[in-house]
Nanobody
Framework: QVHVVESGGGLVQPGGSLRLSCAAS????????MGWYRQAPGNQRELVAE???????NYADSVKGRFTISRDNAKNTVALHMNSLNTEDTTVYYC?????????WGQGTQVTVTS
């Protein structure tokens, strides 16, 4: 059984930083494309950043230059380093593990940016 578990959300002031982490188990991590998504109430889930099994990355325009996605295949984890956070980044962040037609989601972690 595949498990995807996020950690690292919390409360931060505008301009601050947070690091989200996601661990995937139950499947060969090396073959997975990994991504971070976020979803505000009433909105569709949107891609924040993704990293392929080969290490290629892609970012939403709204986070380019502020967020960095990275993966550690030895630890079966993917991280999202978030800098220069603003109130518009407040929402629930979800980790996604993807391989061909298979999609696995974590339970989500809340990020709140407030003064």
């Amino acid at each position: 059984q595949v498990h995807v578990v996020e950690s690292g959300g919390g409360l931060v002031q505008p301009g601050g930083s947070l690091r989200l982490s996601c661990a995937a188990s139950g499947i060969d991590f090396n073959i997975l494309d990994m991504g971070w998504y976020r979803q505000a109430p009433g909105n569709q889930r949107e891609l924040v950043a993704e990293i392929t099994s080969g290490g290629s990355t892609n970012y939403a325009d709204s986070v380019k230059g502020r967020f960095t996605i990275s993966r550690d295949n030895a630890k079966n984890t993917v991280a999202l380093h978030m800098n220069s956070l603003n109130t518009e980044d407040t929402t629930v962040y979800y980790c996604n593990a993807h391989y061909v037609v298979l999609n696995f989601w974590g339970q989500g972690t809340q990020v709140t940016v407030t003064s």
